[in-house]
């Protein structure tokens, strides 16, 4: 494939069952050190960043956890406000209304600031935690593509990053466009290479395999 330029970026946030007794990201690191704790972590399926960033989670505290599989962030949000799992890495758009309505509790933003639906949620890196992650989107073409239509391509691209009525549609959902300066293809290119290697290493740390 072909990177045609840098689409759009959110942060993820860690939720809890609002069961917990802990109130914040420090006083969940010390429940979860517990002697004895088991914790129940869900993700949306293996190899998804929700997955990825429990994982990090963990080991940023340094505890081992029960990662639980769920087919996709609907069941896996579903068991969190239901009470049946204890935490879950969750998109702002997933979750946002749970935390809101007290269903669920919010423990912290993967970003450097706080999201504008949940002003009150600090981020990890507030609370100590050096986690700075963020999904992403791209635009691609298929390999070889000539590099004017590469151009024709991110020129399109550019123009409807640009306008207001996308920006906003997507700040509903605590999503932001790419700075312009990051929407070139050379931009898009960088960012592949450097999370293949990030996540590579961590993926291959952890021994995580699609068939678990």
């Known amino acids: 494939m072909t990177a045609v330029g840098l689409v759009n970026t959110s942060p993820m946030m860690i939720v809890g069952r609002n069961t917990l007794a802990a109130n914040g990201a420090g006083e969940l690191a010390a429940w979860m050190k517990e002697p004895g704790r088991q914790v129940t972590f869900g993700h949306a399926g293996v190899g998804t960043l929700a997955h990825l960033c429990a994982v990090l989670f963990a080991q940023a505290i340094g505890v081992a956890v029960d990662l639980i599989p769920y087919r996709g962030g609907t069941p896996a949000?579903?068991?969190?406000?239901?009470?049946?799992?204890d935490l879950y890495c969750a998109t702002p758009t997933s979750a946002a209304e749970q935390v809101r309505a007290g269903t669920a509790k919010g423990y912290g933003i993967t970003a450097r600031e706080r999201i504008a639906s949940l002003p009150a949620v600090p981020t990890l890196i507030e609370q100590g935690f050096a986690i700075d992650l963020q999904l992403w989107h791209s635009l691609f073409?298929?390999?070889?593509?000539?590099?004017?239509?590469?151009?024709?391509l991110n020129a399109a691209l550019r123009r409807a990053l640009a306008d207001p009525k996308v920006i906003a549609s997507f700040a509903v959902n605590e999503v932001a466009v790419?700075?312009?300066?990051?929407?070139?293809?050379?931009?898009?290119?960088d960012l592949v290479h450097a999370e293949i290697v990030r996540w590579g290493d961590i993926i291959r740390a952890n021994r995580i395999e699609a068939t678990q």
């Open 77 to 85: 949000m579903a068991d969190i406000v239901a009470g049946h799992a």
């Open 178 to 189: 790419f700075p312009a300066a990051q929407q070139s293809p050379e931009a898009a290119a």
């Open 141 to 152: 073409a298929p390999s070889g593509t000539p590099r004017p239509i590469i151009d024709r």
